[in-house]
């Protein structure tokens, strides 16, 4: 007898309580409703990213003929097929140049305008607005100016060039030039976001850090190597990864500046070749197994974030 | 029987695949309707800008006056997005009504079945056009294009610079064509070019080869279908360009390119190129002056034979079109003497109709009229339902002769390895 109300105190003591019937109805009516206003961001999600995701993967392994409307199992034959491609295997080796040079040299130009706009001086929103102006910028009315900039007999950099007595390259369509060309545009373009993480991120950082390194005698460079710097990581992690996952999915700049692929396929990246493989060559099972490639790129990267600031995190 | 469990994977993944797709590509079924009525869909890449939309609605404003019944909904585009608007368009079950698409866009869509044939005969067209602006929309004897306009690429040059230099007249062959560029290429004196002898570059690069090549004897196909443009006339091609540029430097890798701020020939930076036909109307809207005091003429390119480029734009109906009386109805509208005329007027083109070859717009067109009275030695590319794969190849391979990655052959040689595995792959 004992035994059984103690273990039926103890059963009704780890039951939690049993909510009145009121509150049980709110809870359903308020569950209700949450389901009611994600149902348009879920639809959208499925039907925007779900089922493009899924069918890209699933025709990744067939032969979809888009105009005869036919589909056929093709295994593996895709991914075959775009490895033996010498222009998708360059247009990988690009995308890793273009990431190479526009994701660390941004960054470290970013953090340089950062610290200088973190400062008290004249007309600061001004130059933080003018900086960040690039950004906000249509990529293709950016690309149409940098064009024009570009052009090797009536564009900016020749004229000057040609005040200080060099012969400017033909940027956009010389196969050497061509990369460094868009490289310069993206780099640009790109900064403008870097430095507005970062100027957030040193706002962050406590000041008293700085007072104490006075205190030492530290001068401005060591403030900066050994207090701002290492501060600034999580910010570092962040863009690095955000900027790599958007390097590699670069196309609308490299699609204005130099259309086809660029001269001899110079600045040929990952996203062109998938648009030319499905709208150049109507391949859309090819495009697919491409995008399955560069998907797993970005999935990579975006692992080695995640421990990465993960990581951070926990130390934190 | 056993089915193995891959085996079973492999069904249901194609069955989920199929699955999508025929949810979002399952267009009806294309109507019997023969009455000319009801909303059709066009898909124009000619009509660009405001300037060409205005020249379209009024055409279609006389359109409706004449078919009442017909209502017609227009998707501009350029030539550069019209693959992206036919795939999705097709992929999503609902292609347009009426498709105006290029030369050597029949045979691939015809093959799959995208396209209508149209109610007419080759031996008919053949009375209203020239036999060489009909081919390219007939695919296995069957009509699917009407011709609207020419897009012709052939020489041009500046009878200024050639008066100046004491030369009497365009070249006559490939190797005239070397030695006066060679004479007319002007660099300064830090070796920077100021005038290419030669322009081959501001035109489309497989556009510029592939007269060159017709010119040299060469054929894209054999007559059973297989890739030929690795002949030795086509190779001779290449050789030439690739002469041009790196033996003769009458012009540099990179000195233009299409599309290029200023036109060369019209700014005095070239003497002569392989151009389109509309370079007369940038020629015009840069230097007026050039067409005013006619300093501007035309020359067919030519070694083994006189050769000229002809692509263009057709209209089609689509297989799946709801209505097809009504499409064919646009189809015969727009390819018509006043619309195709108002057509090519816009855009600097040659017309297709052979009755247009006295209209004051090619009286008063120099390039249309050069075209037009040279329409016997066009020559058209595509031709293989797998054209439209092959042909953005091209590029790469003649670059890679003009930059001396690889020789004209070997370009040339992969170029038709390429070729195979697409016509292969079907």
């Not at chain 1, 103690?6 to 409703?33: D, M, T």
């Not at chain 2, 499409?327 to 005329?341: G, H, I, P, R």
């Not at chain 2, 009286?363 to 794969?389: C, I, R, T």
């Amino acid at each position: 007898m004992t035994s059984t109300l103690e273990s039926v105190s103890v059963a009704s003591a780890s039951r939690a309580p049993r909510p009145p019937r009121r509150r049980r109805k709110l809870g359903a009516e308020r569950r209700r409703a949450a389901y009611l206003m994600l149902a348009p961001s879920v639809i959208h999600l499925i039907w925007w990213i779900g089922i493009p995701v899924v069918a890209t993967f699933g025709l990744a392994f067939t032969n979809y003929d888009v105009i005869a409307g036919t589909v056929e199992w093709a295994g593996l034959d895709n991914f075959r097929e775009i490895f033996a491609d010498d222009i998708w295997n360059l247009s990988i080796w690009h995308t890793v140049v273009f990431t190479f040079f526009t994701v660390p040299v941004a960054m470290v130009i970013a953090v340089i305008i950062a610290v200088l706009l973190n400062q008290r001086i004249k007309a600061l929103a001004w130059y933080r607005a003018a900086f960040f102006m690039p950004h906000i910028t249509a990529t293709v009315a950016i690309a149409l100016v940098w064009m024009w900039m570009f052009e090797p007999n009536l564009g900016l950099f020749n004229l000057l060039l040609d005040w200080v007595g060099v012969n400017g390259p033909a940027w956009l369509s010389d196969p050497d030039w061509a990369m460094p060309a868009v490289i310069l545009v993206s780099i640009w373009k790109g900064i403008g976001l870097k430095m507005l993480i970062y100027l957030a991120a040193l706002q962050n950082i406590p000041h008293d850090l700085y007072e104490a390194a006075d205190i030492d005698g530290a001068s401005g460079v060591r403030k900066f190597f050994a207090i701002t710097l290492p501060m600034l990581r999580p910010a570092t992690f962040f863009v690095f990864i955000v900027s790599m996952i958007d390097a590699f999915q670069v196309f609308d700049q490299v699609y204005v500046l130099t259309p086809d692929g660029g001269p001899a396929n110079s600045t040929t990246v990952m996203t062109y070749e998938i648009y030319r493989t499905a709208f150049g060559e109507f391949d859309i099972s090819a495009a697919c197994a491409q995008s399955v490639v560069l998907f797993a790129f970005l999935l990579v990267l975006t692992v080695i974030g995640r421990r990465l600031t993960g990581k951070d995190g926990d130390e934190a | 029987m056993t089915r193995t469990r891959g085996s079973r994977t492999r069904a249901m993944a194609v069955a989920l695949v199929a699955t999508l797709f025929a949810t979002a590509c399952g267009g009806s079924a294309p109507s019997n309707d023969d009455e000319a009525s009801g909303t059709i869909r066009l898909l124009t890449p000619i009509f660009e800008g405001a300037d060409g939309k205005t020249v379209l609605e009024k055409q279609l404003g006389d359109f409706k006056e004449k078919y009442p019944d017909i209502t017609v909904e227009v998707d501009y585009t350029s030539y550069g997005k019209l693959n992206e608007k036919l795939t999705t368009s097709i992929a999503g079950g609902r292609p347009y009504d009426v498709m105006l698409m290029g030369v050597g866009w029949i045979p691939p869509f015809a093959e799959k079945g995208a396209l209508a044939e149209l109610d007419e005969s080759k031996q008919e067209l053949t009375q209203r056009y020239n036999e060489r602006v009909v081919e390219p929309g007939i695919y296995q004897d069957k009509v699917y294009g009407l011709p609207i306009m020419l897009d012709t690429r052939f020489g041009l040059y500046r009878k200024d610079i050639f008066a100046e230099a004491g030369i009497p007249g365009p070249p006559s062959n490939f190797a005239e064509l070397r030695e006066i560029g060679r004479k007319l290429t002007v660099r300064d004196g830090s070796g920077k070019l100021t005038r290419a002898g030669v322009d081959i570059l501001s035109n489309d690069l497989r556009q510029t080869f592939l007269p060159l090549m017709w010119a040299n004897g060469g054929e894209l196909w054999t007559p059973d279908g297989k890739p030929a443009f690795n002949s030795p006339e086509a190779v001779g091609a290449l050789q030439l360009m690739t002469d041009i540029i790196r033996t003769d430097k009458s012009e540099d890798f990179g000195f233009t390119q299409p599309g290029a701020t200023g036109l060369p020939l019209a700014q005095g930076r070239a003497a002569m190129m392989v151009g389109h036909n509309n370079h007369l109307l940038a020629i015009e809207e840069q230097a007026p002056e050039l067409i005013k005091e006619d300093k501007i003429g035309f020359f067919m390119i030519n070694n083994e034979r006189p050769a000229m480029f002809q692509g263009g734009t057709l209209a089609t109906v689509s297989a799946k079109s709801q209505r097809p009386a009504a499409a064919k109805a646009l189809v015969s509208f727009l390819t018509d003497e006043q619309a195709s005329l108002a057509a090519n007027e816009q855009r600097g083109n040659v017309p297709a109709l052979n009755s247009l070859a006295d209209s004051e717009y090619v009286e008063s067109n120099k390039a249309a009229q050069f075209a037009m009275a040279n329409l016997d030695a066009a020559y058209s590319e595509g031709g293989v339902p797998a054209w439209l794969e092959i042909r953005g190849d091209f590029k790469a391979a003649i670059e890679s002769a003009l930059l001396g990655q690889k020789t004209p052959q070997q370009a040339l040689d992969e170029l038709v390895v390429k070729a195979q595995a697409a016509i292969a792959k079907g």
